[in-house]
Nanobody, 124 residues
Framework: QVQLVESGGGLVQPGGSLRLSCSAS????????WTWLRQAPGKKREGVAF????????DYADSVKGRFTISKDNDKNTVYLQMNSLKPEDTAVYYC?????????????????WGQGTQVTVSS
């Protein structure tokens, strides 16, 4: 059984940084699609970033390009989301997901596993 556990969320001032981690346990060596989605209060869940852990291809939502960086440490089986220059509109619960195939998608049903989420609050 695969489990994903997010961590690293918290309260940060506008302009600050956070690094989220998604630690995967179980058999995930053949899971190549990893993503971060977020859900703000009263809004739909939206895609933030994607990485193909096989070839390193990444993708970002327009709203976070140039500020967020997704990466994966295959030895540690952990996916990271480095978030810089945070804005109040980045406030949301952030979820990581994993799927076997490496094609880019933010569609939730295309993922096999999801974590429980970690809260990020950007406020002064």
């Amino acid at each position: 059984q695969v489990q994903l556990v997010e961590s690293g969320g918290g309260l940060v001032q506008p302009g600050g940084s956070l690094r989220l981690s998604c630690s995967a346990s179980g058999f995930t060596s053949n899971y190549y699609g990893w993503t971060w989605l977020r859900q703000a209060p009263g809004k739909k869940r939206e895609g933030v970033a994607f990485i193909n852990s096989g070839d390193g291809t990444t993708d970002y939502a327009d709203s976070v390009k140039g500020r967020f960086t997704i990466s994966k440490d295959n030895d540690k089986n952990t996916v990271y989301l480095q978030m810089n220059s945070l804005k109040p509109e980045d406030t949301a619960v952030y979820y990581c997901g994993a799927r076997r195939y490496g094609g880019r998608t933010y569609t939730e049903t295309m993922y096999n596993y999801w974590g429980q989420g970690t809260q990020v609050t950007v406020s002064s």
